[in-house]
């Protein structure tokens, strides 16, 4: 069964960091791009940062050079290293693996302005 389990949000400052894990199972990891989106209330869901399984990144221009998407394939694991956060990047944080429509719970950011 394919699933993927978001942790690490929770209640920061504006100018803070939060480090996002993803812990994906039920797939072969290695061989799917992951990706990690944000849904705010009211908005649709975004892509925010993806890591293919080449190794290249690509980010939304709102966090490119605040936000740094990484992955450990021998923990089935992607990160998102989120610095400077700003009032607008609260929402819940969601990752999958590019190509599989599958959802988790999600994790929630909160950033205080």
């Known amino acids: 069964q394919v699933q993927f389990v978001e942790s690490g949000g929770g209640l920061v400052q504006a100018g803070g960091s939060l480090r996002l894990s993803c812990v994906a199972s039920g797939i072969l990891f290695r061989a799917y791009g992951m990706g990690w989106f944000r849904q705010a209330p009211g908005k649709q869901r975004e892509l925010v940062a993806q890591f293919s399984i080449g190794g290249k990144t690509e980010y939304e221009d709102s966090v490119k050079s605040r936000y740094t998407i990484s992955r450990d394939n021998a923990k089935n694991t992607v990160y998102l290293q989120m610095n400077s956060l700003k009032f607008e990047d609260s929402a819940i944080y969601y990752c999958?693996?590019?190509?599989?429509?599958?959802w988790g719970q999600g994790t929630q950011v909160t950033v205080s302005s």
């Open positions: 999958r693996a590019l190509g599989i429509i599958k």
